[in-house]
């Protein structure tokens, strides 16, 4: 195991989840999207000018259930078609890993890829699914395209009963490149979506 790898992607994680757990439990001034598919979508805008995301549905599933979902890398383009590869890079237990992602742009963007440590926290039958970029020599970047970075992302899956669950997705990605920041937050948009197709996933429509 590569032990500066396991330092930097622990100590990347704490500041994910301390993040995390501001903007889900704090009070900050969102800007509704709009409610589609059942599936409330706020935006909150960040000091670098990207939008921070954020989609909150329920799902007729357990925690544990959706987790499994969304934890199983090798399907991820089975609820999200943006996804083109998606590597297990390094990992550290069950629950903590480092992945590398893959991404399809439109036409003439180039595709963008990521690559990010990913950590799950549960606390009294809820689970938090943390992720955040992080550098690593063990998914250099390739020809063609475009390393973004992760600034911060996670999805908070709370119980509400026997077969029912609150999911709260947050995402704020800096595709990087020459892309203006306004395009960025129109294709941002784009992940108010992923709670529906989840949903999807499961067979919760």
Request: aromatic share 8%.
């Amino acid at each position: 195991m590569e032990t500066s790898l396991l330092e930097k992607s622990t100590k990347t994680i704490e500041r994910c989840q301390a993040e995390l757990l501001d903007l889900i439990n704090g009070q900050r001034n969102w800007e509704h999207l709009g409610d589609d598919n059942n599936v409330e979508s706020d935006r909150l805008m960040t000091e670098s000018g990207i939008h921070l995301i954020k989609a909150v549905g329920l799902i007729n599933r357990t925690p544990q259930q959706i987790f499994d979902v969304i934890w199983d890398y090798q399907h991820k383009s089975e609820w999200d078609d943006m996804c083109l590869e998606n590597i297990l890079v390094q990992e550290f237990t069950p629950d903590f890993r480092v992945q590398y992602q893959r991404f399809w742009a439109p036409w003439p963007i180039n595709q963008r890829d990521f690559v990010f440590a990913s950590k799950v926290i549960r606390t009294d039958g809820d689970i938090l699914i943390t992720g955040k970029s992080i550098e690593t020599e063990l998914a250099p970047e390739k020809s063609g395209i475009v390393r973004g970075s992760i600034n911060t992302s996670g999805f908070y899956l709370q119980s509400l009963g026997e077969n029912l669950t609150r999911i709260t997705y947050l995402v704020c990605v800096d595709p990087k490149g020459s892309i203006p920041t306004w395009v960025v937050n129109q294709l941002g948009k784009r992940q108010c979506q992923i709670v529906h197709k989840l949903k999807m996933r499961l067979g919760d429509v």
